[in-house]
């Protein structure tokens, strides 16, 4: 047994590698995409230790290039699900009370293990089926990733450390429990970092989980597997299962030992489950964990005062970097009358510099949105503002499936403040301009803030330190990450907890200690030394007799 109270690593943001030609890192990425080309994945899940492949395949493509096949994963039904709830606390209890070092020391290799020779496979196949250039992929899949194993292990220690004070005679100590349960995570396709991270942080403070990553990300999400188990990840701590969601849930949330989920996905799935959680309540050993970062309508505002170039390259980055299919992504932008022309202008140069395409070539700033769904949804939208009398399309406008799920980079010029596509959540690379009347800033601040039901990002833009300080009072529950003079994207662990609140989610804040504690119970213990022997308290004793002699003087 281990007797000590460990300090681990001081974490450090992994740097980001730049791929530059002639680069190591970028001759290793593009040896890795030619490896992945020559072969077809087959992908099973993971239950208790084990593969598990069905016969029932999904094929997976790239998005950008839709006629190739890169790989076909198993689906399972509702046998699986349930064979991964008994493998998960099959494994409970023995993950439970391993020491906490132990876990950290899983993960913390989990994290050099990304940084070195997993790094290059799991940014390929990020690229290859998720579609996102190089940069975007090691920002996210590699630097991201590393930075949560690593800062999570931190925040971990943390919470063990806290602890109440004692007076004398007694000893008050605060355990954290794993919780009584599985824990169920539901993790989206944009972000490969997000998929690790819903099951490994809630894994890391001796939970099991069963995982059901988005069908559209399961390509990566082996190699996050691979990454796990690799790591020391015991078997049945983390299950990794491919099935229909409703069937899933229909197993989940009626089971009693359903003690969390970890969500990250659509407000209208979310709202749903929280729902289905409600329902079941009385099944449940205990009341479960509802965690969620969901959907974002992120915003934009520059004050008359404000540098155009810098809005300029916040709208450009902030809205099409990786096709704007962040939860945290530029959608809706308010420009004060004064600099508007001056702004776009900066925007339709950047637009015009873009390349669309491949990623495999790495000159190609846009690439593909994720699924012929998500491309008509946006094709329909485009459409919309073409023939709407109250909307202008300023750049962009054209999309073609031919090959790829192709959007070309999108600007809409909206007359009217409340247009669908400045309230509704596109989630691809089509951004809407409100044009205000630069005397009308503080009423423009109330627009910002009624227009959506999200309030996940949001950024100001000003050289007026008064019009700063007034968005950051007017907007204060418009945004739960709120950026000045810089765009609404790329928060970093550790430097910007990440999450949001009203129709954005439970603002629970992955990258920082108030996620973890979400996933552990605690205990308070108090040991009193000597205990008393006698029940009676002092105020329970008679008052002392008067002395009769004393009045006669005796």
């Keep these: 047994m281990a007797n000590g109270f460990f300090n681990v690593p001081t974490p450090i943001n992994e740097p980001v590698k730049g791929y530059a030609p002639g680069s190591k890192e970028r001759q290793e990425l593009q ?19 084990q593969q598990v492949r069905t016969g029932n395949l999904k094929r997976i493509s790239p998005p950008h290039d839709h006629q190739r096949t890169i790989g076909h994963f198993h689906y399972g039904d509702a046998s699986h699900v349930n064979q991964a709830i008994e493998a998960a606390l099959a494994a409970r209890t ?151 969601g409703p069937v899933v849930g229909d197993v989940v949330f009626k089971h009693p030992d359903f003690a969390g989920i970890h969500f990250t996905g659509s407000t209208k799935v979310f709202q749903t489950i929280w729902q289905e959680i409600g329902q079941n309540i009385h099944r449940y050993k205990s009341y479960p964990r509802i965690v969620g970062e969901t959907g974002g309508k992120d915003f934009i505002l520059a004050h008359p005062s404000a540098h155009a170039k810098a809005v300029a390259v916040g709208i450009s980055r902030g809205a099409f970097e990786y096709q704007g299919q962040k939860c945290s992504a530029a959608s809706r932008v308010y420009l004060p009358s004064n600099l508007a022309d001056e702004i776009l202008g900066y925007v339709k140069e950047d637009l015009a510099s873009f390349k669309m395409g491949d990623v495999e070539d790495f000159g190609n700033f846009i690439n593909a949105v994720i699924s012929e769904v998500s491309f008509d949804k946006l094709a329909k939208y485009i459409d919309g503002a073409k023939a709407d009398p109250n909307a202008e399309i300023i750049a962009g406008g054209s999309y073609d499936k031919s090959k790829g799920y192709f959007i070309e980079p999108t ?41 959506s039901p999200y309030a996940l990002t949001g950024a100001i833009f000003s050289q007026d330190r008064y019009a700063i300080d007034l968005a950051s009072k007017k907007l204060v529950h418009a945004a739960g990450n709120f950026y000045i003079n810089d765009k609404p994207t790329g928060a970093v662990v550790g430097q910007q907890p990440f999450g949001g609140a009203r129709a954005s989610g439970t603002n629970d804040k992955a990258g920082s200690i108030l996620n973890l504690l979400r996933w552990v119970s605690p205990r308070a213990i108090k040991e009193t030394f000597v205990p008393v022997t006698d029940y009676r308290y002092p105020f329970l004793g008679s008052e002392p007799k008067e002395d009769l002699n004393r009045d006669k003087g005796l």
């Design 411 to 451: 600007v809409i010029l909206a007359k009217d403040p409340k247009y669908i596509t400045m309230c509704d959540e596109l989630f691809g690379p089509v951004v809407t301009v409100y044009v205000y009347d630069a005397d009308k800033f503080e009423e423009t601040l109330e627009l910002v803030d009624s227009t």
């Design 94 to 244: 023995a993950w439970a009370e391993m020491p906490w070092e132990h876990r950290a020391s899983i993960f913390l290799k989990a994290a050099d293990l990304l940084a070195g020779p997993y790094r290059a496979r799991i940014n390929a196949a990020t690229m290859l089926a998720q579609s996102k250039n190089a940069f975007q992929a090691e920002i996210d899949a590699a630097c991201e990733l590393i930075d949560f194993f690593r800062f999570n292990v931190h925040f971990m220690r943390q919470v063990y450390e806290q602890q109440p004070e004692s007076l004398p005679g007694m000893w008050n100590r605060l355990e954290q429990r794993p919780l009584e349960g599985f824990v169920f995570a539901l993790t989206p396709f944009n972000f490969t970092s997000i998929a690790a991270n819903l099951p490994s942080s809630v894994a890391m403070m001796g939970n099991v989980v069963v995982w059901k990553p988005a069908d559209t990300q399961v390509y990566s999400a082996q190699v996050l597997m691979e990454l796990f188990e690799e790591a020391g990840v015991p078997a049945g701590v983390i299950n990794l299962i491919y099935a229909d």
């Design 31 to 49: 040896q890795q995409l030619k490896s992945l080309h020559g072969t077809e994945a087959d992908i099973p899940m993971h239950i208790g230790g």
